[in-house]
């Protein structure tokens, strides 16, 4: 395992390269971080809402400490992305994981072409793997990796965590609707996001399912009920926002293979938490390293 004192500028690394990817009506930004040992697999890291890819560079490095390349990219609205949410520009589930997802799975391929690829989902960012994953077998993924990332579906929450879910479900439904946009940088909760968004995130979160409204004539749960590619599952501890109960939740609507493990942080008197675990990810790193052969992949170095 890591240590947790790592000094990251000794890493061996090889220098990041960004690149900017079109979407509709504007663009984003993607990073590349190439390992130093070739021919390795790459982790697709996908952000939570309203997180900037930056968020994710240090886990980006430690991973290419392990022999992982790896690729982020700013969702629309966030970090480096052209666009901003508001009434006049929108999106939902689907424009995520059919463009920019779709766009970092072709970065991917033309950086590192002839080796594996998985998701790595943090929060939404699962969510929007699984259903990338459903909605484009053929783009040849070996699986997914997902970090506290479970369903928000209210009934799976306890206690004092129930009730600000119901406040922050039931605000943003409302407040996304009337305003054309929800401002979760009020709230500390999402950032900025686009109406029909948060109309499919409080959807999920008020039924349980995930029905992203981008496509009628794709049937979201049917799809994910036919996923087989392997999931690998971190539960971290601490984390109020995805609990064990609704990571469970979201990977029981797939026929993958499951597996689960708890993250504790280096230090026991700290908990990763839904984004603690971001200001130190060695120890997430060192679990997702050592579940990628449950994944069909491995690691060259460890």
């Not at 240590?3 to 900017?20: F, G, Q, W, Y």
């Not at 390795?40 to 290419?64: C, D, E, K, S």
């Not at 993924?141 to 879910?165: D, E, I, M, N, T």
């Amino acid at each position: 395992m890591l240590n947790h004192d790592l000094d990251e500028d000794a890493l061996p690394s090889v220098a990041p390269r960004t690149k900017i990817v079109n979407v509709p009506g504007g663009t984003t930004q993607a990073t590349l971080y190439p390992s130093v040992i070739p021919g390795t697999p790459t982790a697709i890291v996908l952000p939570a809402m309203g997180t900037p890819a930056r968020a994710y560079a240090r886990l980006a490095r430690v991973l290419n400490f392990h022999g992982l390349n790896a690729v982020t990219i700013d969702l629309r609205g966030v970090g480096n992305s052209s666009l901003r949410a508001d009434r006049h520009h929108d999106w939902g589930y689907l424009d995520l994981v059919d463009d920019e997802t779709n766009a970092a799975v072709a970065l991917a391929r033309d950086a590192f072409p002839d080796t594996p690829f998985f998701f790595l989902g943090h929060s939404l960012g699962g969510h929007l793997a699984l259903l990338h994953l459903a909605r484009h077998p053929a783009s040849g993924a070996a699986g997914a990796v997902l970090v506290a990332s479970g369903s928000p579906y209210v009934r799976l929450y306890r206690g004092f965590s129930w009730l600000v879910l119901q406040a922050l479900v039931a605000l943003a439904r409302v407040t996304s609707e009337r305003r054309g946009v929800w401002r979760g940088d009020k709230y500390r909760f999402g950032g900025i996001q686009p109406r029909t968004l948060m109309r499919e995130w409080t959807a999920f979160a008020r039924t349980g399912f995930l029905v992203p409204e981008g496509d009628p004539a794709w049937n979201a749960e049917a799809a994910l009920h036919e996923l087989r590619s392997p999931i690998v599952a971190l539960a971290m501890r601490g984390d109020h926002y995805a609990p064990e109960r609704a990571i469970r939740h979201l990977t029981a609507k797939t026929a993958a293979a499951i597996s689960e493990e708890h993250v504790a942080h280096a230090i026991p008197a700290h908990a990763p938490g839904h984004f603690g675990w971001l200001r130190d990810p060695e120890t997430t790193a060192c679990a997702i390293a050592a579940n990628l052969g449950r994944l069909g992949l491995s690691r060259s170095l460890s």
